[in-house]
């Protein structure tokens, strides 16, 4: 029997893929499992979007262009236009999700055994397209006590190599919910174009901020055009995670132009994912207002309970929607499968990620849980219910 | 100015795509360019897929499952028992289009630096596949004097080192139509054992094969399980190019386990993709019945015109919508740039792929064409009009 490749054996399993045996478990024992565990938001997809695609009416569903359907990247100049970001339709690339967009950019800007600096917690599958690109990730911890702000530009500093090529960060953040500042990313700004990296930049929860705080892009840096790619997608902005639409973007020309020879050897992205996406630019404002509203409830209901719990921190992230909190276990791994496997209250319980599958740094985030709230108030308190008992009960609790 | 990548450097561009100004010049200028280089059907995507999206009905468009919606997986497995091929869905990974699916088969299989072998002339965006996973292709190479039929097996044999992990075949052949027989097949079966290789079969056009000729898919070789990975995709079967569903398929439990690691870390394929190729399985058989005779009448077009015209040669293939025919031309890039820079005849011209792209030895292929049939019978028989006077006319006519 011939034998798989050693690229294959080293990629990275999703740190929550590994826990749906046990919630299929808790549910086959007739227990409710409340998923906190994944990005998928419960929000409907704009009704723009779904008449485009109920509208569909070519008679022979063709190839776009690989780059994407020019019309397509002509609306998404006006819609970066209206988040103060001057695009054109040549320096975009569409991809299929920000996953493909991600792998072009890596593959475009870095070879085998190259690094790329990334701040810890991350979202995990950046490790699989780094196995898959065959880089390496040298992540900077961030601490949950400053709220996962960016870590001290010396740390950065002191990780560059011969070897590093890029800067990449995740903004707002995914897992933490950070919205790095202005003035953070032109401190990042500075040292890219000293050691003259490539800054990527994944920014696909650009709408998802709160408390009146704006989004600042990369893009919006001074004197960093050669240096920038942005990573972008619809999955979240219109809760449209099953279009597959992502996007590229960078003025560095070269970078597209290499790009491109990965989407041409390609072909070209989803058709029906570029038209459901082109039309959903004409979401109307209400729509994320609404959102928005829904949002920062949700978040003020996990940060509040979580910090009235014993032990437990969660700090108050500005974006995305996502927070990563501590809680007084001894290995959140165990604890999220003992949450699946053998607790309920009342019957219900609830699925995490645990955190240490967000670090690359190993033994980090032992004591960290992801929580996504994409479920509405009332199962997100009942949520806090089961873990606020869930955490008294757990044989492995610390204090 | 950060540089690019080597491997970004190292990407080839496909050689059609450098001749797409050349046929925008000839646009400009009002001449008619008719495409026989692309493989783009022009026949309509089946109503019952259409139907399927016009009718979406979800109210969130989520993410699929990793390995594709389990509906879809569960239909396939009827389709498959329809061309005698015994699959569960366990075994099947949806891809964005076989493109995705080519490159999972790939990572999951080979590591930087290995062999893979490939019988050419060979689908030019193999090449791309290859650099993006480091790997390298052998080519053997076919002969237009035997219809572009299976090399002889010692030359496959000669060229196995011990870096070799695979030999690659797409079935029928794009660029040469080629169908390969089942007793071809057997013999490559016997090789691949001995030297317990995985044997990747790309069978994307198994449904156009013609004279009465039936397809053989590597699947059905006994005793290759663990050593067979299939590369489908619903493109050309229901001319859904822009659908971009494509599947992986093996009986081999790991390879499949180690492809899902890679599926994973990019999330889902497209949703509405998937949804159109559920509906697309039951498309009525009178429309296969229609596509091909269209087709076997374009391809006798095509064959019967060039093996009329003086010192021009055309296989007759069995299958696909290709031929890969010999003109009495110095160089088929100069060629084929010529028609389009150059030429017109009655104000119309062609444009054709020069073969050269689809060989892997340098040098192969400069006095060969690709054409895609996929015009109708009046615009194929004004292209060979355009071809016949063309050969006749052009500087670097060689007989």
């Given at each position: 029997?011939?034998?798989i490749?050693?690229?294959g054996?080293?990629m990275?399993?999703s740190?929550?893929?590994?826990?749906?045996?046990?919630a299929d478990?808790a549910k086959?024992?007739?227990?409710?499992?409340?998923?906190?565990?994944?990005?998928?938001?419960?929000?409907?997809t704009?009704?723009?979007?779904?008449?485009?695609?109920?509208n569909?009416s070519?008679?022979?569903?063709?190839?776009s262009?690989?780059?994407?359907?020019?019309?397509y990247?002509?609306k998404?100049?006006?819609?970066y236009?209206?988040v103060n970001i001057d695009v054109?339709?040549?320096?975009?690339?569409?991809?299929?999700?920000a996953?493909?967009?991600?792998?072009?950019?890596?593959?475009s800007?870095m070879?085998?055994?190259?690094?790329?600096?990334?701040?810890?917690?991350?979202?995990?599958?950046?490790?699989g397209?780094?196995t898959?690109?065959?880089?390496n990730?040298?992540?900077?911890?961030?601490?949950?006590?400053?709220?996962?702000?960016?870590?001290?530009?010396?740390?950065f500093?002191?990780?560059?190599?011969?070897?590093?090529?890029?800067?990449?960060l995740c903004?707002?953040?995914?897992?933490?919910g950070y919205?790095?500042?202005?003035?953070e990313?032109?401190?990042?700004?500075?040292?890219?174009?000293?050691?003259?990296?490539?800054?990527i930049?994944?920014?696909?929860?650009?709408e998802?901020?709160?408390?009146?705080?704006?989004?600042?892009?990369?893009?919006?840096?001074d004197?960093?055009d050669?240096?920038?790619?942005?990573?972008?997608?619809?999955s979240?902005?219109y809760?449209a995670?099953?279009?597959?639409?992502?996007?590229?973007?960078?003025?560095?020309?070269e970078v597209?132009a290499?790009?491109?020879?990965f989407a041409?050897?390609?072909?070209?992205?989803?058709?029906f994912?570029?038209?459901a996406?082109?039309?959903?630019i004409?979401?109307?404002k209400e729509?994320?207002?609404?959102?928005?509203?829904?949002?920062?409830?949700?978040?003020?209901?996990?940060?509040?309970r979580?910090n009235?719990?014993?032990?437990?921190f969660?700090?108050?992230?500005?974006?995305?929607?996502y927070?990563?909190?501590?809680?007084?276990i001894?290995?959140s791994d165990k604890?999220?499968?003992?949450?699946l496997?053998d607790?309920?209250?009342n019957?219900e319980?609830v699925?995490?990620?645990p955190a240490s599958?967000?670090?690359?740094t190993?033994g980090?985030?032992?004591d960290?849980v992801?929580?996504s709230y994409?479920?509405?108030v009332n199962d997100?308190?009942?949520?806090m219910d089961v873990?606020?008992?869930a955490?008294?009960d757990?044989?492995?609790?610390?204090?």
């Amino acid at each position: 029997m011939p034998k798989i490749s050693k690229k294959g054996a080293a990629m990275p399993e999703s740190p929550i893929r590994k826990l749906v045996p046990f919630a299929d478990g808790a549910k086959s024992k007739g227990v409710k499992v409340h998923h906190l565990n994944i990005g998928q938001p419960d929000i409907k997809t704009p009704e723009v979007a779904m008449e485009a695609i109920r509208n569909f009416s070519e008679k022979v569903v063709a190839y776009s262009h690989s780059a994407g359907i020019l019309s397509y990247r002509e609306k998404l100049v006006g819609y970066y236009k209206s988040v103060n970001i001057d695009v054109t339709p040549d320096e975009m690339i569409v991809g299929t999700g920000a996953s493909e967009a991600i792998l072009f950019a890596l593959q475009s800007c870095m070879d085998e055994g190259d690094e790329i600096i990334i701040p810890e917690p991350f979202y995990a599958n950046y490790n699989g397209f780094a196995t898959n690109a065959g880089i390496n990730v040298v992540p900077i911890s961030s601490s949950i006590e400053s709220g996962f702000a960016l870590p001290p530009i010396a740390d950065f500093e002191n990780a560059i190599t011969d070897k590093t090529k890029a800067i990449m960060l995740c903004n707002p953040n995914n897992p933490t919910g950070y919205l790095y500042s202005r003035e953070e990313l032109e401190i990042v700004r500075d040292l890219v174009k000293k050691h003259d990296l490539f800054l990527i930049s994944d920014e696909v929860y650009r709408e998802f901020t709160y408390d009146g705080y704006e989004h600042f892009s990369v893009m919006q840096l001074d004197g960093l055009d050669e240096h920038t790619i942005l990573i972008d997608s619809v999955s979240k902005r219109y809760s449209a995670c099953g279009f597959r639409i992502g996007v590229m973007i960078s003025h560095n020309k070269e970078v597209m132009a290499t790009a491109m020879k990965f989407a041409q050897a390609r072909l070209s992205p989803p058709t029906f994912g570029q038209v459901a996406a082109e039309a959903a630019i004409d979401t109307p404002k209400e729509y994320f207002v609404e959102v928005l509203e829904e949002y920062k409830n949700r978040r003020d209901v996990v940060v509040n309970r979580i910090n009235k719990m014993d032990g437990a921190f969660c700090p108050n992230p500005k974006g995305a929607f996502y927070v990563v909190a501590r809680l007084p276990i001894d290995d959140s791994d165990k604890f999220c499968q003992w949450l699946l496997e053998d607790y309920n209250y009342n019957n219900e319980t609830v699925m995490l990620a645990p955190a240490s599958g967000f670090y690359s740094t190993l033994g980090f985030g032992k004591d960290e849980v992801r929580i996504s709230y994409v479920l509405n108030v009332n199962d997100l308190n009942a949520s806090m219910d089961v873990l606020e008992h869930a955490i008294k009960d757990y044989p492995g609790r610390t204090s």
